[in-house]
């Protein structure tokens, strides 16, 4: 039980997590304002699963996460300003029935088994805008956002005090949740493309909550089509009796088609 409560965990910490002529080409753009072109998908180990729709319109779910926390986001191309490539992005969640599953007794249970989880959907909208740096191959993109999380019935069951979700379940506690994020991404050498992110979380009325990841991927890109990512994530959050700092490594291997 306890192992199906971590990997429950995982899930849904990949989902939120989930939830971005600049390039050399308009592939691997997760964290930009760039999206795929029409017919294009995208996915990986643990990534989620894109599409490029038309040029202008990208869809995005978490095949792992779906039938636990059904899920789907876009990203719209809007009108360029100057240099910057501008989107929109939205999303929906719905994290119902992976909160009940984890309402266990014992060691493996994360929530109380008594916990009342209501009929929730979880919507997040943002912008991201990305420019190239002079006419090099790197990119700067900053991106804000926010989520909210309208509730359907009774709830009580208290906070999720983990890392990576804290924050990003804040809004299912009658808060909103407010991102904002600054990421640099560009080719080292040859193949090998690099991804540095720093993201801050806060959520109002949250115990003074916030969060501060910095993200650093390297991407091995053996063909136009397949890549490996190897990386790491630090975190530190402000939890109600404590600050404290969690580091966890990071691998994927990614596909398009």
Avoid: C
Wanted: proline residues 5%; neutral net charge.
């Amino acid at each position: 039980m306890k192992a199906k409560s971590l990997y429950l965990l995982l899930v849904l910490s990949s989902q939120l997590m989930a939830l971005n002529a600049l390039a050399e080409n308009k592939n691997w753009t997760e964290d930009q304002a760039n999206l795929l072109p029409q017919g294009r998908w995208e996915t990986g180990l643990f990534s989620q699963l894109r599409y490029g729709v038309t040029d202008n319109i990208e869809l995005q779910t978490h095949p792992l996460a779906f039938f636990m926390i059904p899920n789907l986001a876009a990203k719209i191309a809007l009108p360029v300003q100057g240099n910057w490539n501008i989107a929109s992005k939205h999303s929906l969640h719905v994290p119902t029935y992976l909160l009940r599953a984890i309402s266990n007794e014992g060691t493996g249970g994360v929530l109380p088994l008594n916990s009342e989880i209501p009929f929730m959907v979880s919507m997040g909208t943002g912008l991201v805008a990305t420019t190239q740096i002079g006419l090099s191959s790197h990119s700067l993109s900053i991106e804000t956002g926010f989520v909210v999380t309208p509730k359907f019935g009774n709830s009580n069951f208290p906070e999720l005090e983990l890392p990576l979700l804290y924050l990003r379940t804040a809004s299912y506690h009658d808060t909103i949740s407010v991102k904002g994020s600054i990421a640099l991404q560009g080719r080292l050498w040859n193949d090998f493309h690099y991804s540095i992110q720093q993201q801050a979380m806060i959520a109002p009325n949250y115990n003074g909550a916030f969060s501060l990841e910095q993200t650093a991927k390297i991407m091995w890109r053996l063909h136009e089509n397949f890549e490996l990512m190897l990386g790491v994530d630090g975190v530190i959050t402000r939890y109600p009796r404590q600050t404290r700092l969690n580091i966890f490594p990071l691998f994927d291997a990614r596909f398009g088609f």
